[in-house]
Nanobody, 122 residues
Framework: QLVESGGGLVQPGGSLRLSCEAS??????IGWFRRAPGKETEGVSC????????RHASSVRGRSTISRDNDKNIVNLQLDNLRPDDSAVYYC???????????????????WGQGIQVTVSS
């Protein structure tokens, strides 16, 4: 089970850290996705299993940092310099493998959190 936290209302230019907590230790990759009203679900960032690499969508590259604390079963997504078009429901998801090779293909992610709202507005 994956549970997201840390969403809310942020002003443009601000930062936000989202957390994804797993109910048990996870060694596979974790991805963050988002869905804005009227738009398709978009992959944001992915982090591979223990000691692995990361991938970021071009829309957030340079503004996003993804990290994992394996001792606490938590994956964090830091988003900086937020823009109104970053507003969406954000989901974390567990990949079917240890790496992010197929990210952002949603079909490679087998378990999803409930999602959390992020709104960027003044």
């Amino acid at each position: 089970q994956l549970v997201e936290s840390g969403g809310g209302l942020v002003q443009p230019g601000g930062s936000l850290r989202l957390s994804c907590e797993a109910s048990e230790p996870i060694s596979d990759a974790i991805g963050w996705f988002r869905r804005a009203p009227g738009k398709e679900t978009e992959g944001v960032s992915c982090i591979a299993g223990r000691g692995g690499g990361t991938r970021h969508a071009s829309s957030v590259r340079g503004r996003s940092t993804i990290s994992r604390d394996n001792d606490k079963n938590i994956v964090n997504l830091q988003l900086d310099n937020l823009r109104p078009d970053d507003s969406a429901v954000y989901y974390c998801a567990l990949a079917a493998r240890i790496d992010c090779r197929y990210f952002p293909a949603k079909g490679d992610f087998v378990s999803w959190g409930q999602g959390i709202q992020v709104t960027v507005s003044s």
